[in-house]
């Protein structure tokens, strides 16, 4: 995995450098080329420095260490601030992640680059489903400024180390080892909401009452991607107006008259008519302040539900992608 330029729109040459990547690292490892997976990430359509990645994976691979995870997680970062690495015991075996990615993120991930790995002998059928269901509860649902890019990965890798037999979904431990991943999955995305560039807040975008979970879902994700409801949330600013107009525009049915808007635990808002007046809002704007807070939305219309983790839009973030490439 390299760091700084994503290797994408360079062409045939971008497609050989990635191949040459690949024939390297099996080389020193004693591998095939098909047992080397690669990820780039940074600057678009610039060519990789291939003599300097042609050196560096033998002197990569001689310093590989059991220990070396957290090195590893700080030498992916591009504009994160600080490096992303978690880790469970499931029993004698462990499950471990390291993550980057503060910006161009949204649910499908974008520029979020995570790997994960566990000493299991685990059915691939199954590792493959348990992710596909992890991912799509916690890094799917993580929106820091609305946009995508081109490198998103996130890999899950099995040695069976810990010498167990091989298991899939019949099998006893499989709940147990899905609830595992997807909490460590959890725990990665909530690290790089938190780091986000420029981020000073977190909110957990919450919408109930609606007839189907994935309603629920496009709603939160329209109010997670506004631009007006991020910048509400740098300026603590209980503007719960910029919510509701939001939920209009995301093509959900709803009756305004069965609306309700809570901001950081206080009612602004309930079936379609505002509450608490100066008080309440005073009340939410302390509650704007603090570093977490959550919007939560009710169609009032059904069962369905969903979150999405958002973050705010700040004038450091301008700043970070205005000069990006200068």
Same mark, same amino acid.
């Given at each position: ?15 050989? &450098? ?10 020193? $490892? ?6 080397? $997976?690669?990820?780039?990430? /940074?600057?678009? /359509? ?37 490096? @992303? ?14 993550? @980057? ?43 820091? &400024? ?28 499989? @709940? ?52 007006? #409801? ?16 939001? #939920? ?8 305004? !008259?069965? $609306? ?33 807070? !959550? ?32």
């Amino acid at each position: 995995m390299n760091s700084g330029i994503s290797n994408v729109a360079n062409g045939e040459r971008g497609l050989r &450098d990635a191949r040459r990547m690949t024939e390297i690292a099996a080389h020193e $490892l004693g591998l095939r080329t098909t047992e080397v $997976l690669v990820s780039s990430t /940074g600057v678009i /359509g610039r060519p990789l420095p291939m003599l300097r990645i042609s050196s560096g994976i033998p002197v990569a691979v001689h310093a590989l260490s059991a220990s070396g995870w957290r090195a590893a997680a700080r030498a992916i970062l591009t504009t994160d601030k600080r490096p @992303k690495l978690a880790q469970l015991e499931l029993g004698a075996a462990q499950l471990l992640g390291i993550a @980057k990615g503060s910006g161009m993120t949204m649910p499908d991930l974008a520029t979020t680059l995570v790997f994960l790995v566990t000493d299991l002998a685990v059915e691939p059928s199954f590792l493959r489903r348990a992710l596909r269901e992890a991912v799509e509860q916690t890094f799917n649902r993580l929106s820091i &400024d609305g946009e995508t890019s081109t490198s998103d990965t996130v890999l899950l890798l099995a040695n069976g180390a810990a010498g167990n037999r091989p298991f899939g979904a019949s099998s006893s431990r499989a @709940k147990g080892f899905k609830r595992a991943l997807t909490e460590l999955c959890c725990e990665l995305s909530e690290k790089l909401a938190a780091d986000g560039e420029g981020v000073s807040r977190v909110a957990d975008v919450v919408v109930t009452g609606t007839r189907a979970n994935a309603l629920a879902e496009r709603v939160a994700r329209k109010i997670a991607n506004s631009l007006l #409801v991020k910048t509400a949330l740098f300026g603590a600013d209980p503007n719960w107006g910029r919510v509701v107009q939001t #939920v209009g525009a995301a093509g959900v049915p709803f009756k305004p !008259e069965e $609306l309700g808007v809570r901001i950081g635990g206080v009612q602004l808002l309930r079936r379609g008519s505002p509450v608490g007046g100066a008080r309440a809002l005073q009340q939410a704007r302390r509650a704007m302040r603090k570093r977490r807070v !959550e919007i939560a939305v009710s169609l009032g219309r059904g069962r369905g539900s969903a979150r999405v983790l958002a973050c705010d839009l700040s004038y450091e973030y301008v700043r970070i992608n205005a000069e990006y490439t200068t």
